[in-house]
């Protein structure tokens, strides 16, 4: 049981590229959500999804994207990279609308 | 819109030394959830809240949910060096079906041997 696997752990980006952030889970969670954390802030919440086929945003989702194709998978895409992404960005996944979160390791994104 | 404020936002204290570390929010919501932190680390979870008058205790540490008060502490009792750490809630937004999660913005802890 890996629980929230996200890769890579750290990457750095040029000005305008895109990428992907990958995301999966072994332990059946139906949410799903990606955060990003900023020095001194709180965890700010990119999009999320309840279930396979069901994304929503949170409250900073401009220039993210996310499907959620299986149960297992939450890839978030940066469409073109912008310096004020650069953060650390988390994946969590729970059980149900009443549990923890559970959190992958996080990745540490650079735009440049 | 849900605020939720964590103060202190810093706290150096010595081994052995008791205290507490509090959570405000701004609209109703009974659902209040306690993470711990460490440098470079991910999240981990400590407590789930889920009614009013909740209490959960775990070794060194015990959180409360008053949701009248729109309130939640976590208390941490004979501090020792391992509990060192930054510590968040975050809260339920009642506005949202999926119970989405606002966060406070985290309380550093330092405990001195």
């Known amino acids: 049981n890996a629980g929230v696997t996200q890769t890579p752990k750290f990457q750095v980006l040029k000005t305008g590229q895109s990428m992907t952030l990958q995301c999966a889970q072994d332990m059946n969670h139906e949410y799903m959500s990606w955060y990003r954390q900023d020095p001194g802030m709180g965890l700010r919440l990119i999009h999320y999804s309840v279930g396979a086929g069901i994304t929503d945003q949170g409250e900073v989702p401009n220039g993210y994207n996310v499907s959620r194709s299986t149960t297992e998978d939450f890839p978030l895409r940066l469409l073109s990279a912008a310096p004020s992404q650069t953060s650390v960005y988390f994946c969590a996944s729970k059980l149900g609308k009443n549990y923890g979160y559970t959190f992958g390791s996080g990745t540490r994104l650079t735009v440049v | 819109e849900l605020k939720v404020e964590q103060n202190p936002l810093f706290l150096s204290m010595q081994e052995g030394k008791n205290y507490t570390i509090y959570c405000n929010y701004s609209?109703?919501?009974?659902?209040l959830y306690w993470y711990r932190q460490d440098p470079g680390k991910s999240l981990e979870s400590l407590f789930v809240l889920l009614s009013n008058g909740a209490v959960k205790q775990e070794g060194r540490l015990m959180a409360s949910l008053d949701t009248k008060a729109r309130l939640s502490t976590l208390h941490i009792t004979a501090a020792v060096h391992d509990l060192s750490a930054t510590y968040f809630c975050?809260?339920?937004?009642?506005?949202?079906?999926?119970?989405?999660?606002?966060w406070g913005a985290g309380t550093k802890l330092i405990i001195k041997p």
């Open positions: 609209t109703t919501s009974d659902r």
């Open positions: 975050a809260v339920a937004n009642p506005s949202d079906s999926n119970y989405q999660l606002i």
